[in-house]
């Protein structure tokens, strides 16, 4: 365990409604990675972020956005939350572009769009 | 466009037994081989991994097993124990050779439900 915390860790939301995911970390490891996993599709990237203030797109960036303002927290925010986005979303985060690369995950946010 | 292909989709053995679970990729510019561990409710977890210039690497009960050429690479599970019982992922990372922002990032197999009866 990381050290990486999820919140809230199951949120029921209507179609149409801002939602906000928060992850934090205590380990200050610079990468951060916004996950959903759907069956059938494992885990596709969302957003992530390799310093404060410095973010970029994955590869289903449609519809949400993500801010990092302290090394420790990234939220994610889904703007106008819709049905497809009902799903379980996972921060992760990476100490560096070093060996081992490995990435710590979160417990994860169940989210249900209705 | 589907990057990564893991295979079977779920497993069942028995105790004891040896799991396999196959992962083929397109992409050449990955550098970096790993398997994830999913337990229900949980997040995934790093299990093992593989660097390029390796073709087998052996971690306790679990092996992994690099083809570059096929462009495969496998995950075995000696002595299969109900506790291996979890969703496994393979998610190989895109190197230098990717460029721009795919560098440094998983791309994530669909996954493999294994089961393991007592």
């Known amino acids: 365990d990381a050290g990486i915390t999820q919140s809230p860790r199951h949120k029921v939301t209507e179609t149409g409604t801002p939602v906000t995911l928060r992850c934090h970390q205590t380990?200050?490891?610079?990468?951060m990675y916004w996950y959903r996993q759907d069956p059938g599709h494992g885990l596709r990237l969302i957003h992530y972020?390799?310093?404060?203030?410095?973010?970029d797109k994955g590869e289903v960036s449609d519809g949400y956005s993500v801010s990092r303002s302290k090394t420790e927290d990234f939220l994610l925010t889904l703007e106008s939350a819709t049905s497809s986005q009902t799903s379980v979303y996972f921060c992760a985060t990476q100490r560096g572009e070093v060996n081992p690369y490995e990435q710590y995950f979160g417990p994860g946010t169940r989210l249900t769009v209705t | 466009q589907q990057q990564v292909k893991q295979s079977p989709q779920s497993l069942i053995v028995q105790k004891g037994g040896i799991s396999i679970i196959n992962c083929a990729y397109e992409n050449t510019a990955f550098d970096y081989f790993p398997w994830y561990q999913q337990f229900p409710g949980k997040g995934p977890a790093l299990l093992i991994a593989i660097r390029p210039d390796v073709s087998e690497k052996k971690e306790g009960r679990f092996t992994i097993s690099f083809n570059k050429s096929a462009k495969q690479f496998s995950l075995h599970i000696m002595d299969s124990q109900p506790g291996d019982s979890a969703t496994y992922f393979c998610?190989?990372?895109?190197?230098?050779?990717?460029?721009?922002?795919?560098?440094?990032?998983?791309?994530f197999g669909q996954g493999t439900i294994l089961t393991v009866h007592p």
């Open positions: 998610a190989p990372r895109e190197g230098a050779r990717a460029g721009g922002t795919s560098y440094g990032k998983l791309t």
């Open positions: 380990e200050n490891h610079r990468y």
């Open positions: 972020s390799y310093g404060v203030k410095d973010t």
